[in-house]
């Protein structure tokens, strides 16, 4: 597995793992989470029960907005709520609201938007998760994200705001934060699932089933990391669309497509397949499947099809440049 496989695999087993089952990014995702929680050992604790206890309780009234959005926000947003756009992420949370402790770990943030669900992601410098915060309207499966993270060396409590259920979920050694994580959710605010990519046409039939972006909030090469684009054809085969910051020296290129250099890859494992370009707009970018074996019905004519449709747009270090949605 190359550098590119790995961080796209680490990536989504991550998150899989997270949200499953409510995440759309795939069946086979879902499948593998399931999989890991039913391995899991729940740990009880005095203190996870006392969190435990308070999880169906009305969280206070929020206090007033603060004045700007971690991501640009969107002002002009259309009716809709959690898991009902995937260009618009309903929510924000308000770090500098949490101890300085805990703020100064949390190097980049992850945003998810998919068909019922949002999530949150704080990341420290090694893009592992500080605290997650996951979003959706039934209560049924927020209760299994409670119970799936829960355990080992996660808790999690579980809220509610009005119509939205919420998990949020730290490392053992930050339980006691669990309360205040839950009350730096701002469900005012509306921002855009911004990434500095779009594509401008879906094939027939087709899907945008889930948006995925990663920003950083300290030093480092760009302010942009990492983004995701998920697409369910009409078949409900998987394309997945990979952009990001971190170069690879591994790339060579065989063929020309959409006038940038480019590598068609071929292989039996996850991500194996798809078509590879070193340099677009500044950013490395990945179009691929979402199979766990040989995908021989994603070739490199289709890859070419979203690549001809995709374009770079704005400045890596500032989001507001960035398009307004990234599918069209």
């Given at each position: 597995?190359?550098?590119?496989?790995?961080?796209?695999?680490?990536?989504?087993?991550?998150?899989?793992?997270?949200?499953?089952?409510?995440?759309?990014?795939?069946?086979?995702?879902?499948?593998?989470?399931?999989?890991?929680?039913?391995?899991?050992?729940i740990?009880?604790?005095?203190?996870?029960?006392?969190?435990?206890?308070?999880?169906?309780?009305?969280?206070?009234p929020?206090?007033?907005?603060a004045?700007?959005?971690?991501?640009?926000?969107?002002?002009a947003?259309?009716?809709?709520?959690?898991?009902?756009?995937?260009?618009?992420?309903?929510?924000?949370?308000?770090?500098?609201?949490?101890?300085?402790?805990?703020?100064?770990?949390?190097?980049?943030?992850?945003?998810?938007?998919?068909d019922?669900?949002?999530?949150?992601?704080?990341?420290?410098?090694?893009?592992?998760?500080?605290l997650?915060?996951?979003?959706?309207?039934?209560?049924g499966?927020?209760?299994?994200?409670?119970?799936a993270?829960?355990?080992?060396?996660?808790r999690?409590?579980?809220?509610?705001?009005?119509?939205?259920?919420?998990?949020?979920?730290?490392?053992?050694?930050?339980?006691?934060?669990?309360?205040?994580?839950?009350?730096?959710?701002?469900?005012?605010?509306?921002?855009?699932?911004?990434?500095?990519?779009?594509?401008?046409?879906?094939?027939?039939?087709?899907?945008?089933?889930?948006?995925?972006?990663?920003?950083?909030?300290?030093?480092?090469?760009?302010?942009f990391?990492?983004?995701?684009?998920?697409?369910?054809?009409?078949?409900?085969?998987?394309?997945?669309?990979?952009?990001?910051?971190?170069?690879?020296?591994?790339?060579?290129?065989?063929?020309?497509?959409?006038?940038?250099?480019?590598?068609?890859?071929?292989?039996?494992?996850?991500?194996?397949?798809?078509?590879?370009?070193?340099?677009?707009?500044?950013?490395e970018?990945?179009v691929?499947?979402?199979?766990?074996?040989?995908?021989?019905?994603?070739?490199?004519q289709?890859?070419?099809?979203y690549?001809?449709?995709?374009?770079p747009?704005?400045?890596?270090?500032?989001?507001?440049?960035?398009?307004r949605?990234?599918?069209?």
């Amino acid at each position: 597995m190359t550098d590119l496989e790995s961080r796209i695999a680490a990536t989504l087993a991550e998150r899989a793992e997270r949200t499953a089952p409510a995440a759309e990014l795939g069946e086979r995702a879902a499948r593998r989470a399931r999989g890991i929680r039913r391995r899991r050992r729940i740990i009880g604790t005095a203190a996870a029960c006392v969190i435990a206890a308070a999880a169906f309780a009305l969280l206070p009234p929020q206090p007033p907005p603060a004045p700007a959005t971690t991501l640009p926000a969107e002002t002009a947003a259309p009716p809709g709520g959690i898991g009902s756009d995937r260009g618009l992420l309903h929510f924000d949370v308000d770090l500098p609201a949490l101890p300085a402790a805990v703020n100064a770990r949390i190097a980049m943030t992850q945003w998810v938007s998919g068909d019922g669900y949002e999530t949150f992601a704080g990341m420290d410098a090694d893009r592992q998760p500080v605290l997650i915060v996951l979003l959706g309207t039934d209560p049924g499966t927020v209760e299994e994200w409670r119970v799936a993270h829960d355990a080992g060396q996660t808790r999690a409590v579980r809220w509610r705001q009005g119509d939205v259920w919420g998990v949020s979920v730290v490392r053992w050694e930050d339980r006691d934060l669990l309360p205040l994580v839950a009350r730096a959710v701002r469900l005012e605010r509306v921002q855009r699932c911004a990434m500095p990519l779009h594509l401008s046409e879906l094939p027939p039939g087709a899907r945008w089933s889930e948006c995925q972006t990663v920003i950083r909030r300290g030093p480092g090469p760009s302010v942009f990391v990492y983004a995701g684009l998920t697409i369910h054809r009409a078949d409900d085969k998987v394309i997945y669309i990979w952009a990001d910051a971190d170069a690879s020296s591994s790339f060579a290129p065989d063929r020309t497509v959409a006038g940038r250099p480019a590598r068609w890859r071929s292989g039996t494992g996850q991500f194996a397949n798809g078509l590879w370009i070193g340099d677009f707009g500044g950013v490395e970018l990945y179009v691929t499947d979402f199979e766990t074996g040989p995908a021989d019905w994603f070739t490199p004519q289709e890859a070419a099809w979203y690549t001809a449709r995709l374009s770079p747009g704005g400045d890596l270090d500032a989001p507001s440049s960035w398009p307004r949605r990234a599918v069209s």
